[in-house]
């Protein structure tokens, strides 16, 4: 995308201006200058991204731009591997050297071309600027037609969703309330509020139903006419306001009334709407659609979020639509099960499917489109592909949201794809924009929260705290994707066929591709093809991804520099790795995640000073390994994560610049020292694991008490492997020094007491607290007032505690509780059903006398009305006989 990459551009100059002076000697002002012309490029695409991006001609030019820009990354590229063997040479022949200096000077004459042609074209495409209408475009750009999933008698998958929100519409408060329905294109929500709006017994209840259609272009007048028509006839030329006095008048007087508003896209709609309703008891009503949350929940935050259909109602939903009253012969049941699963319980891309398959009498008919239902769903040419109704939403972002969300298929499809690994990777392509308020991480989790509330990726699991652990994108959206990043050069996909893999390779050599993704079953045969051709300088990105990791060393990997000399992302993490002396010439790597036979990381890993990212999975995680690099000064390392403890290198003096390590995601217990911790004052995440865990924790406390270095530090894990049976550990009083900053800690194996609990209540910014495996040993536990007043989550798993006594002052604000595999637990304080912002409680695999006590609070909740409007959420698993099954999540 010409956009991100100008942007990346920018920055990446910018950043070498701050940080790095010395290695740009020579070139700087040229360097500054061709900053200068990328900022007024950067204005010009940003007036130019109003364009239509069909438009005659603009195509071609932003491939144009972005070739330019590339050419302009890998002669800065180029140049800084150069500059920094000559900085790493002796000072003595430092400025003799004469082959050195020649190429600066043709450098300084290569960018000062590359400015040229930015200015160049920024002229030749000015005129694409003067000839499109943008104020125009808005109001004049076509909506889609709205695709009509099934008529009233072939909804399938929707009476359960339709009770719900018929019970919602009817009973509850006599005030004014809401009813959000959202979910991603496609999903049926329409659909859903058309069989609700239908029903029997809304419009017995109801003495007026209405019905409008909002959409992303609505007018404010024209939406409350809508209303008003459906009164009295409305005359022409009245103000807003006064139109919605009299729509306020005849609902004063009138019965109930719902207003169904379908497709909204703006908040700004439920600040008009609601001023047309009185005050009053009568329990009018508002049932509205919506794909992105935040819309949904100004309207009222208990969401109804539509769920995907089942398979069985997948193929239902299919057969209804090919054959109508008639039946499906035998011979396509088994292409048509495939091609049903394919769809993942989209409505409308079965609905777009079936389609396809009206007139299609024979197997092999069926068994094509199944082969090829990705072209079927995202086909430009029909006025019935799925494509068009993403792009609604896919306009609406930004061009960094953009690139973020194409780049979700670079992962296998059905792929659970890590929000952290995700997150690393949008930092590393240079798709997060600096933002002087919020780290990049926190910009990025920022973005995908953005994309999670638009409903464009689908969050498959959450952590304790509610926080996104694994996404997904939908088939559907995976296959716009890859169509969209084809077209903007965004990634190259690489299949496991052959023939299509052989044209590819032929495209790489003469196309510009910065990414890269392969399954690591071609991995050789992609590699081998390669390592006898030129190298392949424009790769910048290179992504092996399998769902399942090979354990088999590809040997072929050892060609890697010469076939990507610059590149940038290398994950490697599905096939075995090897590290060789040529390895280190990639200087720009920003990430790099691996696996392989590793007892430790090499001194000269510390060579890799653009590294940003490192991941390391070792085969053996039971063991310590070893780092020799000097990470302390690799000064743009924020992120180490490794399976297995690793012992950290002594820091030498300091080079001036603090390390930025924001992550350690496990250390060797002798690595907790007040040498290392003073250097990695930025930490925020750590993990600590070894056998000796419990020790730390001793009446020494050994280097626990050096964590008061840490003034950043948010999430701490103490996961002790050692095996203490009959042995209780106290925790000292020095676990008062903390960081002040800890929001979550996890204790694994420790084997503490639980009276020591009361010395971790007093922990002030304390929200999380999970303890694991015998954390704590014993059978009562007595929770004292006055602790834990910020806790938001307590989970507890596979303990021997049979008594818990608490009082609702003991966790004010706690909102989950997990009870997992608790099967001595006989009691939980009936207390617990008094706090205010209680919102779930999750029991598995715990002691039905433990389930009972849980249903009690249940109970005691709904009778009393206690808590928020979100409600209150009981999870038992295995589910109980005594109470309706429940599902794990």
């Not at 430009?380 to 960094?400: I, K, N």
């Not at 390779?505 to 992609?526: A, G, M, P, V």
């Not at 390590?661 to 060797?668: E, F, G, K, N, P």
């Not at 960081?739 to 010395?759: I, N, Q, V």
Request: aromatic letters at 8%.
């Amino acid at each position: 995308m010409t956009e991100v990459a100008v942007n990346y551009l920018v920055e990446k100059l910018l950043e070498l201006g701050r940080e790095n002076v010395e290695l740009i000697t020579g070139v700087q002002d040229d360097v500054n200058n061709l900053v200068a012309d990328l900022q007024i490029l950067k204005a010009f695409l940003k007036d130019a991204s109003k364009i239509d991006r069909d438009a005659q001609g603009w195509k071609q030019s932003l491939k144009e731009i972005r070739n330019v820009l590339y050419k302009a990354e890998d002669s800065v590229d180029k140049f800084l591997d150069e500059a920094k063997q000559h900085q790493d040479t002796h000072k003595a022949v430092k400025w003799i050297d004469i082959p050195y200096w020649s190429k600066v000077r043709n450098v300084a004459k290569e960018i000062q071309s590359i400015r040229n042609k930015v200015k160049d074209l920024q002229v030749k495409y000015k005129h694409l600027l003067e000839a499109t209408q943008l104020d125009n475009l808005s109001s004049t750009t076509p909506q889609p037609r709205q695709l009509t999933l099934s008529d009233e008698d072939d909804v399938v998958g929707f009476e359960e969703e339709a009770n719900i929100v018929i019970d919602r519409l009817i009973n509850g408060s006599k005030n004014l309330e809401s009813v959000p329905i959202v979910g991603m294109p496609g999903l049926g929500k329409s659909t859903l509020a058309r069989k609700v709006y239908k029903d029997s017994r809304i419009t017995f209840e109801f003495f007026s139903c209405i019905w409008v259609n909002v959409s992303r272009s609505y007018n404010k007048t024209e939406v409350l006419l809508s209303i008003l028509k459906n009164f009295t006839k409305p005359l022409d030329n009245k103000s807003d306001e006064k139109i919605t006095e009299e729509i306020y008048s005849f609902l004063g007087k009138g019965g109930r009334c719902l207003i169904v508003l379908d497709d909204v896209w703006d908040v700004e709609v439920m600040n008009f709407i609601e001023k047309i309703f009185p005050k009053g008891d009568k329990g009018h009503r508002i049932m509205m659609t919506s794909r992105q949350d935040n819309v949904a929940s100004a309207f009222n935050k208990n969401i109804h979020r539509l769920n995907l259909l089942s398979h069985d109602n997948s193929w239902l939903l299919l057969k209804k639509k090919v054959f109508r009253k008639e039946s499906c012969s035998s011979d396509l049941e088994e292409p048509g099960l495939s091609i049903s699963k394919k769809c993942n319980g989209l409505p409308l891309a079965i609905v777009v499917i079936a389609g396809a398959l009206l007139g299609c009498k024979t197997k092999r008919e069926w068994e094509f489109v199944n082969r090829n239902i990705g072209e079927h769903l995202i086909n430009p040419d029909s006025e019935d592909s799925c494509s068009r109704f993403v792009r609604m939403s896919y306009d609406l972002l930004s061009y960094d949201e953009k690139a973020c969300f194409l780049y979700c298929a670079t992962f296998p499809r059905g792929f659970d794809i890590p929000t952290w690994k995700l997150i690393r990777l949008w930092i590393s392509e240079g798709f997060i924009p600096f933002d002087k308020n919020l780290t990049p991480e926190e910009k990025a989790e920022e973005y995908l929260n953005d994309l999670t509330k638009k409903n464009l990726v689908m969050v498959m699991n959450r952590t304790a705290d509610d926080q996104i652990k694994t996404c997904r994108i939908h088939d559907m959206l995976y296959e716009f994707c890859k169509k969209e990043a084809s077209e903007d050069d965004l990634f190259q996909e690489i299949t496991e066929e052959p023939s299509q893999c052989a044209g590819i390779l032929r495209q790489l050599e003469s196309d510009f591709c910065r990414r890269l993704c392969i399954n690591s079953s071609i991995l050789t045969y992609f590699l081998s093809s390669f390592s006898r051709k030129p190298p392949m300088e424009l790769v910048r990105s290179f992504l092996c991804f399998t769902s399942e990791p090979t354990g088999k060393t590809d040997g072929h990997l050892r060609t890697i520099h010469k076939v990507f000399p610059l590149i940038k992302v290398l994950n490697l993490e599905s096939v075995k790795f090897s590290f060789t002396n040529d390895f280190y010439r990639l200087v720009h790597l920003r990430y790099i995640a691996f696996s392989g036979d590793f007892k430790l990381l090499p001194e000269r890993f510390g060579k890799f000073w653009n590294l940003e990212t490192l991941i390391i999975n070792t085969s053996t995680p039971e063991s310590t390994f070893e780092i020799k690099a000097d990470i302390w000064n690799m000064l743009r390392l924020r992120h180490l994560h490794t399976n297995a403890p690793a012992k950290l290198p002594l820091p030498g003096a300091p080079t001036g610049r603090e390390s930025c390590i924001q992550t350690l995601s496990t250390i060797a217990p002798q690595s907790c020292t007040k040498k290392i911790f003073s250097r990695a004052r930025a930490l925020r995440k750590l993990g600590i694991r070894g056998t000796v865990v419990a020790d730390l924790l001793g009446s020494k406390a050994g280097g626990l008490g050096d964590l008061a270095e840490l003034k950043r530090l948010e999430n701490l894990k103490l996961i002790n492997d050692g095996q203490y049976i009959g042995r209780v550990i106290t925790l000292p009083n020095l676990v008062f020094i903390f960081p002040k900053t800890l929001r979550k800690l996890t204790f694994s194996g420790t084997s503490l007491e639980w009276s020591d609990m009361s010395k971790l209540g007093q922990l002030e910014s304390l929200e999380v607290l999970k303890l694991k495996e015998n954390a704590f040993k014993g059978e009562f536990w007595e929770t004292e007032l006055g602790g834990f007043s910020g806790l938001l989550v307590l989970w507890i798993e596979r303990t021997d505690l049979k008594t818990w006594q608490a009082s609702n002052r003991s966790f004010p604000c706690l909102k989950r509780i997990f009870l997992i595999s608790c099967e001595n637990l006989q009691q939980i304080p009936e207390e617990l059903a008094d706090i205010p912002e209680l919102q779930e409680m999750k029991l598995e695999n715990t002691n039905k006398v433990a389930v009972k006590a849980a249903r009690e609070i249940e109970s005691k909740r709904k009778k009393n009305k206690l808590g928020s409007s979100i409600g209150f959420k009981l999870t038992v698993f295995p589910p109980d006989s005594d109470a309706d099954p429940q599902p794990s999540h």
